[in-house]
Nanobody, 115 residues
Framework: QVQLVESGGGLVQPGGSLRLSCAASGAIFHITAMGWYRQAPGKQREWVAG???????NYVDYVKDRFTISRDNAKNTVYLQMNSLKPEDTAVYYC?????????WGQGTQVTVSS
């Protein structure tokens, strides 16, 4: 059984920063990619950023200059450093993992950007 556990969400003021973490555990077979989606209230879940096992990172355009994704392959962990946060970044952030054994999701962590 594979489990993804996210942490690092919370309440932050506009312009602030947060760092999300997502650790995968269990029967993991060759991770090909990890990343993040988010879902704001009343909206569909949207892809935010992803990183391959080789370290190639991609972002949705509107976070490209503010968010940085990274991963620690030895720990099966992916991170999302979020800077210059805006109220419109408020959402539940979900970690995902794609592997040869299947695709998996975390339970989500709430990020709220508000003064």
């Amino acid at each position: 059984q594979v489990q993804l556990v996210e942490s690092g969400g919370g309440l932050v003021q506009p312009g602030g920063s947060l760092r999300l973490s997502c650790a995968a555990s269990g029967a993991i077979f060759h991770i090909t990619a990890m990343g993040w989606y988010r879902q704001a209230p009343g909206k569909q879940r949207e892809w935010v950023a992803g990183i391959t096992s080789g370290g190639s990172a991609n972002y949705v355009d509107y976070v490209k200059d503010r968010f940085t994704i990274s991963r620690d392959n030895a720990k099966n962990t992916v991170y999302l450093q979020m800077n210059s946060l805006k109220p419109e970044d408020t959402a539940v952030y979900y970690c995902y993992m794609s592997s040869e054994g299947g695709s998996y999701w975390g339970q989500g962590t709430q990020v709220t950007v508000s003064s």
